[in-house]
């Protein structure tokens, strides 16, 4: 089937802002100068579990240029949760601005605002509190024991599952009837799976300005995935109407997730309420390890029943997961490691029609940092459980991986049952499948990292080399739940202003949009000037998180600018006493049978002609099918026997997105993507001592991937064409993330024959997994 | 206390505290292409060229650029005059975020201008103190190799 040709969709277009961001001329949120502003900095709980018995800020107060110190006396008693979702909340309100206990180490004990930073932090050390050092609770596994401390009051927070046993949430459902699957299964493999923290790592830390602008209304300067939730949520908390607050997210340096809290946003604008001033509020890099969000930490048991064909018969998963001292997407991440990861694999081939399917989720607070929003949300631990499950059952079967694989992957016109029960914290909508390229990302992989050929090889020596693969999908925005909304206008030289509510985190999406509505306008995306995320300027939108802008807001970029391209052609039609449909739009002009006009000649007619009218139009999107990229990964590895060292040597990623509206950017998405999942696999981790505090809060002790440090990856993008998406796309940004964890596990035993069962894969975990094969 | 220094070739005098870093002198001054990641000399998003040689600016002291010259990324290329590396970086489409990108900017400039034929292990290895979390890296080593060509291109033309 040959695919309509695009001008601009497909095309490499260079970033919008790519020149701002080569030439030093781009804005974050720090790049701004504001006369008289503050400077704020945060007392944290030195202890894992506390409760404050007496704090005297009287001393740091006295300070000379301290403008403001704000314990938990000092900020209206409300409940909130920092996850940034839309209402209602599926996390629990379980967090004060500040409060008098403390729940883990770096929890928030109490605010300084001040003329510089250096007094801020003096001011900091004078603030004298005495604590009442409660038992911590510092194993989830431990966490739900009834003599465990309880990490929230009881009784409680709305929206806490169980706080007597510290559950913050759970979910689980089954279809079909998994007991008689695996009863009458030729083989099950079950096993346990172990992931810890790890951090998004973005390179701008948290950072906020606020002040007060000329009419008193509130302006907050974010670094943000989701300024609309922002607006929404401090209103309360900072006792003021939505109205009377504005929110602008300039250029900000990454945010994968970790972005969607809104952690400092009603602290500084409390302060900034407080003295009148500007405030600004940066963590530092420590405080972004310590104190915002992470990956929750899980421990998995997934267990896969199949014939002796090599047909599922019937899976399982059930999850422990540890989302620390609050409940920050405590049910919607852990809803997304089985409605992600299950549905790959189709168990209603071994009794037709029949789904055999349990999925269990429980997550715990503890008294260690809190679990949050990374890319990936949840499908990165499930995925090392399930595709490492999988690779081990081909194996007990004498099958390729890839072949067994192949005969239970979900296909076209499926329709999972699974997500009809799993949503994210509610029911789900039933999804059928309109465009896989799975089969074909399998194809490419495989021919490309030469896979017959490799795991044929045998190696003599203490370094064995391995190939393994893992598989995987992900969706496109929350259906039902994700909304974007886009408005386009056109100006008297031809160019348009498109104004989107949609959140550029780095990702390319002011981009994104540009081009889709440049196809839809017959012109070139740099005749856009794109205004992205400020709250008082641009429509609606829930925000950049579970890969929905291009798929949701490019859809409503479209139906914009269809709506523009409308008003452009009757205008048009008039302006060349010709019919409208024989006129064609395309190079910034109106062409009919006899003449044309240009976009700029329309325009001005429209302002200053005849009928004058703008010629502008606002449309929203929503979904409620999420269809899912799939994906096929390939890790090509060395494992030194002697030193456990794993090094990978060549990685392929075939990837389906549907159509790439810019292809360069899609692979930017996947290599990037990569490079945060083979930190996963590899090198990244959470240290802490026995008191709950974590000892490698530096770049110098975590250990993210450099440039010296990743493989040559190749990436190929497998076109297909989604029917629900703008010219046919799906998402791209967080499928990534999924492979590397799983595809290395599976390279590491075709290398040497052990199951990693618990990332990162150090050298002293292979090391012992091999000593315990050799034993 | 009061230093003179060369910033993107225009001097300055400018007054310092004894303790603050090059990376607060720079914002200060309203460069803002100097960005703060970690203060500490472990992700190189602060990286600027003293004396033409890259150094993190967040642990290089304000006192030490006494008497000598700054170039920041702003210094390095203007929107209408780009940089071959600036160039190659927009054409690879390698800058996500771009928050680490003056950094890797500023330290292609001082590695190419010792390496100007350098190898891709090479480049990755120059990269090493300069953490991106958007991209790979693998669209920058591409467009710094690229640069390279580039540059060695317009010094063959001109010599
Ligand atoms: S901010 Fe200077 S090295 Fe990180
Ligand atoms: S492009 Fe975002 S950190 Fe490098």
Avoid at chain 1, 325 to 344: D, E, R
Avoid at chain 2, 140 to 157: F, N, P, Q, T
């Amino acid at each position: 089937m040959s695919k309509p040709k695009f001008r601009s969709v497909g095309h490499n277009q260079r970033k919008l802002d790519g020149v701002a961001l080569v030439t030093g001329k781009a804005r974050y949120v720090d790049d701004i100068e504001l006369r008289g502003m503050l400077y704020a900095k945060i007392l944290r709980s030195p202890h894992a579990h506390a409760r404050i018995v007496e704090i005297d800020v009287r001393e740091a107060r006295s300070l000379p240029g301290v403008c403001a110190v704000l314990t938990y006396q000092d900020v209206p008693r409300i409940q909130y949760t920092t996850a940034g979702q839309g209402p209602p909340e599926p996390s629990p309100k379980d967090t004060f601005v500040l409060d008098d206990k403390m729940r883990f180490v770096g929890d928030r004990v109490a605010a300084v605002a001040a003329k510089t930073p250096q007094i801020a932090e003096a001011a900091l050390k004078m603030i004298k509190v005495e604590y009442e050092v409660l038992p911590a609770v510092l194993n989830m596994e431990h966490a739900m024991d009834p003599d465990a401390p309880k990490v929230h009051e009881i009784p409680s927070a709305n929206g806490i599952s169980i706080p007597e046993r510290n559950i913050a949430a759970q979910v689980e459902v089954t279809d079909g009837d998994p007991g008689r699957g695996f009863a009458e299964a030729d083989l099950v493999v079950e096993n346990l799976y172990r992931v810890g923290y790890v951090h998004a790592s973005h390179t701008e830390p948290h950072i906020c300005i606020t002040y007060l602008d000329e009419t008193g209304r509130l302006v907050v300067r974010t670094s943000t995935q989701v300024p609309f939730h922002v607006r929404r949520i401090i209103a309360p908390l900072v006792g003021r109407p939505i109205g009377q607050i504005r929110v602008i997210k300039p250029r900000i340096g990454g945010a994968f997730g970790a972005k969607q809290e809104v952690l400092l946003e009603p602290l500084c604008a409390l302060l900034t309420l407080k003295t009148g001033c500007p405030v600004r509020l940066q963590l530092t890099r420590e405080e972004v390890f310590v104190s915002s969000r992470t990956r929750h930490p899980q421990v998995l048991r997934c267990k896969v029943g199949v014939n002796k064909d090599g047909i599922i018969a019937a899976t399982q998963l059930d999850v422990l997961a540890n989302t620390g001292a609050y409940g920050s997407h405590a049910l919607t991440v852990q809803c997304n490691t089985g409605s992600k990861t299950l549905p790959l694999y189709r168990t209603l081939q071994y009794r037709e029609g029949v789904n055999n399917v349990h999925f269990k989720a429980t997550a715990v607070y503890t008294n260690l940092p809190v679990a949050g929003a990374i890319r990936g949300y949840g499908a990165p631990q499930g995925y090392f459980a399930l595709d490492t499950t999988m690779d081990e059952i081909a194996h007990r079967l004498g099958m390729d991986p890839i072949e067994f694989r192949l005969k239970n992957l979900i296909r076209e016109g499926d329709s999972p049952a699974l997500l009809e029960q799993l949503g994210e914290g509610r029911e789900g909508v039933k999804q059928v499948l309109k465009s896989c390229g799975l089969r074909e990302c399998i194809r490419r992989g495989r021919a490309e990292i030469g896979w017959d050929e490799k795991r044929a090889r045998r190696d003599q020596g203490p370094v064995k080399r391995g190939v393994g693969v893992a598989v995987l999908q992900q969706g496109s925005g929350i259906p039902g739940i994700d909304m974007g909304a886009v408005t386009i206008k056109l100006n008297e030289d031809g160019s348009f202003n498109l104004l989107a509510g949609a959140t550029d985190l780095g990702t390319g999406s002011d981009t994104i949009l540009a081009q889709i509505a440049a196809e839809v306008l017959g012109t070139d995306a740099d005749k856009f000037s794109v205004l992205s995320s400020d709250t008082d300027l641009t429509p609606f939108d829930t925000g950049a998180y579970a890969s929905s802008t291009t798929y949701i807001t490019g859809m409503a970029a479209k139906k914009a600018a269809g709506k523009v391209r409308k008003m452009i052609l009757d205008r048009a039609a008039r302006m060349l006493s010709e019919r409208g449909e024989d006129l064609v739009l395309e190079d910034g002009q109106v062409r009919g049978r006899k003449e044309s006009v240009s976009l700029g000649e329309v325009c001005s007619d429209a302002l200053y002609q005849h009928d004058q009218e703008q010629i502008m139009a606002t449309a929203s999107h929503i979904s409620y099918d999420s269809p899912p990229p799939f994906s096929a990964h390939f890790a090509d590895v060395t494992v030194d026997t002697e030193t456990g060292r794993v090094k990978v040597l060549e990685y392929i990623v075939a990837v389906d997105c549907g159509t790439a509206i810019n292809p360069q950017m899609a692979e930017g998405q996947t290599l990037g993507g990569i490079q945060m999942g083979l930190g996963y696999a590899l090198s990244e981790e959470y240290i802490f001592d026995d008191r709950g505090r974590m000892l490698n809060p530096r770049f110098m002790d975590y250990k993210i991937f450099s440039a010296a440090d990743m493989p040559r990856i190749k990436v190929i993008l497998v076109d297909t064409f989604e029917p629900t998406g703008p010219f046919g796309a799906k998402s791209v940004s967080e499928i990534p993330t999924n492979g590397p964890a799983p595809a290395i596990a599976n390279a590491i035993f075709h290398a040497v024959g052990v199951r990693l069962r618990e990332v990162p894969f150090t050298p002293e975990r292979v090391l012992a997994a091999l000593k315990s094969r050799d034993t | 206390m009061k230093i003179k220094l060369t910033i993107n070739g225009v001097p300055r005098e400018t007054e310092i505290t004894p303790d603050e870093k090059l990376l607060g002198l720079l914002r200060r001054e309203g460069y803002f292409g100097v960005k703060f990641g970690c203060g500490r000399g472990e992700c190189g998003v602060c990286t600027v060229l003293l004396d033409g040689r890259a150094v993190n600016s967040c642990i290089t002291f304000a006192a030490q650029a006494h008497n000598r010259s700054v170039t920041t990324v702003e210094g390095i290329g203007t929107p209408d005059n780009l940089h071959p590396i600036q160039e190659a970086i927009l054409d690879h489409g390698a800058a996500q975020c771009g928050y680490c990108t003056p950094g890797i900017i500023c330290l292609a400039r001082d590695f190419l201008d010792e390496n100007p034929d350098p190898t891709e292990e090479q480049v990755r290895d120059a990269l090493k103190g300069n953490l991106c979390r958007c991209t790979g890296y693998q669209k920058y080593v591409e467009a710094i190799l690229d640069a390279a060509g580039r540059m060695r291109k317009l010094s063959g033309d001109s010599g």
